[in-house]
């Protein structure tokens, strides 16, 4: 596609449910990054991987939170016993190559609510 | 570690005025630099970003932004708003790493409000 593709755009789950986010990169683009922004705060960064590898995952706030990229181009974040304060927006972001210099571009999010 | 400081949280700006968000960050070394632009239901668009050489940039939609060494700063200015500008601005900084690892550092952002 065109852009950075997420899905569900949207997602409710109740505390203790497992949920996965999925992120859709712009084809040919080997890095691919996860943020997490809470309500009123900028993006923060959970992991990034670059091909099919996690090579700086020191984002991830604590072992519920795990990603996959098992091809090297489509991602899934994973969320395991969800808790309140999960709630967020998740957003996926992708760039040619990795590296604090390279431009990222990035989807609309995916808006998730723990109930 | 980077981090990124924006002061201020909301800002009213008349159109047709001139705009000016401020942005200070922390880091070792010159980093990269990054002005975002957020608007409702939009993902994050790329406005400006500054890597090396000529300190004042260019970007879409008008805007230019001047890394000041001296200062830790990275402004972004407008000479005259348009009442679509509306929406949340991120500064951001990326580490100059040798191995690429990380990702970028967010400020918590500007909320610009235009006024008719």
């Known amino acids: 596609g065109a852009g950075v593709s997420q899905t569900p755009s949207n997602k409710v789950t109740e505390k203790g449910k497992y949920v996965e986010l999925r992120c859709d990169p712009i084809s040919g683009h080997t890095a691919l990054y996860w943020y997490r922004q809470s309500l009123g705060q900028g993006p923060e960064f959970l992991i990034y991987?670059?091909?099919?590898?996690?090579?700086?995952d020191s984002g991830l706030p604590n072992d519920r939170f795990f990603a996959v990229r098992p091809e090297g181009s489509v991602s899934t974040l994973k969320i395991q016993r969800t808790e309140r304060g999960d709630s967020a927006v998740y957003l996926c972001?992708?760039?040619?190559?990795?590296?604090?210099?390279?431009?990222?571009?990035f989807g609309q999010g995916t808006r998730l609510t723990v109930v | 570690a980077q981090s990124v400081t924006q002061p201020d949280i909301h800002i009213t700006v008349s159109e047709g005025a001139s705009l000016e968000l401020r942005c200070n960050y922390s880091y070792g070394a010159t980093p990269y630099l990054f002005w975002y632009v957020q608007s409702p239901g939009q993902g994050l668009q790329l406005l400006l970003k500054?890597?090396?050489?000529?300190?004042l940039v260019q970007g879409i939609k008008g805007f230019e932004a001047e890394f000041k060494r001296s200062q830790s700063s990275f402004n972004l200015r407008k000479p005259s708003v348009h009442w679509s500008d509306a929406a949340e601005y991120f500064c951001a900084v990326g580490a100059v790493s040798g191995g690429g690892a990380d990702g970028l550092t967010f400020g918590k952002g500007t909320h610009l409000i235009i006024q008719p």
């Open positions: 991987f670059q091909g099919t590898g996690a090579a700086d």
């Open positions: 500054y890597f090396s050489g000529d300190t």
């Open positions: 972001a992708s760039s040619l190559i990795g590296g604090g210099g390279t431009e990222a571009f």
